[in-house]
């Protein structure tokens, strides 16, 4: 965020629970905990693909633009999603994260273990957390006061989003699945920057633009893991 100025961020205001715990259903059995907003959709992937590949773990809301919030204790970085263990260890950001929840367990691969198939996933997570980064940068930037927002600098993020949707729409085609045939973490990353856009930018009508970018979105939240993960209005 550029310096000086900068309106409230709305996560702030409509965030009332602050460091509310959502307790995994068996308390003692895992203490591995994950920290974040309900609205960021980096925390989105992490709590997609814990609960595809069915982790426990504890969710603690902790929005990092309060005032009193924990993140930075945890990050240095001061942003979310953070993974905390037992031992006040952590992992951060999101891409390790998922890498990592990955091979906690076998079922369900996420992320193919080598070669091409494996890069070209890590490269469908690129292009979705870049949509993602452009579209925070525009939104962020829009809401600072009149006289210090910069509309270049959001026409510059808007035309990465649009360019890179241009790409996920040609590359996914008629495609089953980012990856082919198989559901994986390409699936996830697209998935959470379309349900960002829909969220933060209704002005974007990717739906309308890239049919099957809404086919793919629509199959995605059939899967509880996504339904259970929207943004709160
Ligand atoms: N590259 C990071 C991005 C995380 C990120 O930007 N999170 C935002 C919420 S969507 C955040 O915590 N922002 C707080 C800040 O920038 O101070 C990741 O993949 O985890």
């Known amino acids: ?4 100025g900068d309106p409230p961020h709305p996560d702030r205001a409509a965030d009332k629970t602050a460091m509310l715990y959502f307790r995994h259903p068996h308390p003692g059995a ?7 907003s309900l609205t960021s959709p980096f925390v989105r992937k992490a709590r997609v693909v814990l609960a595809e590949k069915k982790i426990d773990y504890d969710f603690v809301v902790d929005v990092p633009w309060n ?24 992992l951060y950001d999101s891409r390790v994260i998922v890498e990592y929840l990955d091979t906690m367990t076998p079922n369900k691969r996420l ?3 080598t070669g091409r198939e494996r890069i070209e996933v890590k490269r ?9 980064e452009a579209a925070a940068t525009a939104f962020l930037e829009a809401r600072r006061p009149p006289g210090e927002r910069s509309p270049a600098w959001i026409e510059r ?13 040609a590359d996914l085609g008629e495609n089953g699945w980012c990856g082919g045939n198989a559901f994986s973490l390409a699936d996830i990353a697209l998935g959470c920057a379309l349900g960002y856009l829909a969220f ?31 943004p709160p209005p």
């Not at 965020?1 to 000086?4: E, F, H, I, L, V």
């Not at 890239?210 to 629509?218: C, E, G, K, S, V």
């Open 30 to 36: 895992t203490p591995m905990k994950l920290l974040g």
């Open 1 to 4: 965020m550029r310096p000086g």
């Open 157 to 169: 993020q808007r035309a990465k989003i649009a360019a890179a949707l241009v790409v996920a729409a």
């Open 200 to 230: 933060r930018f209704p002005d974007i009508d990717w739906r309308g633009a890239h049919p099957n970018l809404a086919r793919i979105y629509d199959k995605l939240m059939e899967r509880p893991s996504f339904a259970a993960t929207v």
């Open 124 to 132: 469908w997570e690129a292009l979705g957390d870049g949509i993602l």
């Open 67 to 90: 005032a009193d919030t924990a993140v930075p204790r945890y990050n240095p970085l001061g942003k979310v999603p953070v993974l905390v263990f037992d031992d006040d260890s952590t």
């Open 111 to 113: 992320i193919p273990a």
